[in-house]
């Protein structure tokens, strides 16, 4: 672009795009906030994690682009075990990364939640993606 040239629409819309903002995993602070987020009557995706653990670090990425995808169908939660004890508490998670699929129960009158998934290491997105599909489809029935 030279000197006192204005940009194109073209040009205006690509960096636009750049910079969209795109939704992010939400940070956990603690079991009140998930059973919240349960009650929303989307699927909830949860990665639980630790600060020095490599396969998290891996799983990183992958974790983004589901909440990216999953946007408007289920909400994708990243909870650090020092952030939220109580979580991997009540979850019994003993190794970091563990990816659990919450829906809220089928029966409305009960207060608890239904773990739909769970898996511990390294997975595939692939297999998330179709966990979380079928989680999806199963809350809009």
Same mark, same amino acid.
């Given at each position: 672009?030279?000197?006192?040239?204005?940009?194109?629409?073209?040009? =205006?819309?690509?960096?636009?795009?750049?910079?969209?903002?795109?939704?992010?995993?939400?940070?956990?602070?603690?079991?009140?906030?998930?059973? &919240?987020?349960?009650?929303?009557?989307?699927? =909830?995706?949860?990665?639980?994690?630790?600060?020095?653990?490599?396969?998290?670090?891996?799983?990183?990425?992958?974790?983004?682009?589901?909440?990216?995808?999953?946007?408007?169908?289920?909400?994708?939660?990243?909870?650090?075990?020092?952030?939220?004890?109580?979580?991997? &508490?009540?979850?019994?998670?003993?190794?970091?990364?563990?990816?659990? =699929?919450?829906?809220?129960?089928?029966?409305?009158?009960?207060?608890?939640?239904?773990?739909?998934?769970?898996?511990?290491?390294? =997975?595939?997105?692939?297999?998330?993606?179709?966990?979380?599909?079928?989680?999806?489809?199963?809350?809009?029935?």
């Amino acid at each position: 672009m030279g000197i006192g040239h204005t940009p194109t629409r073209r040009y =205006v819309h690509y960096t636009m795009a750049m910079f969209k903002k795109r939704p992010k995993p939400i940070r956990l602070e603690s079991l009140d906030q998930l059973i &919240e987020l349960v009650r929303s009557g989307r699927p =909830v995706f949860i990665d639980f994690w630790r600060h020095n653990c490599q396969p998290c670090r891996t799983m990183d990425g992958i974790i983004n682009e589901l909440a990216e995808e999953y946007d408007e169908r289920a909400v994708v939660v990243k909870a650090n075990v020092s952030e939220a004890p109580a979580a991997f &508490e009540k979850f019994n998670v003993r190794s970091t990364p563990t990816f659990i =699929v919450l829906t809220a129960p089928d029966d409305p009158t009960s207060s608890g939640v239904h773990q739909r998934y769970r898996s511990t290491g390294l =997975v595939k997105k692939d297999v998330l993606t179709r966990v979380l599909d079928q989680a999806v489809e199963a809350v809009e029935r």
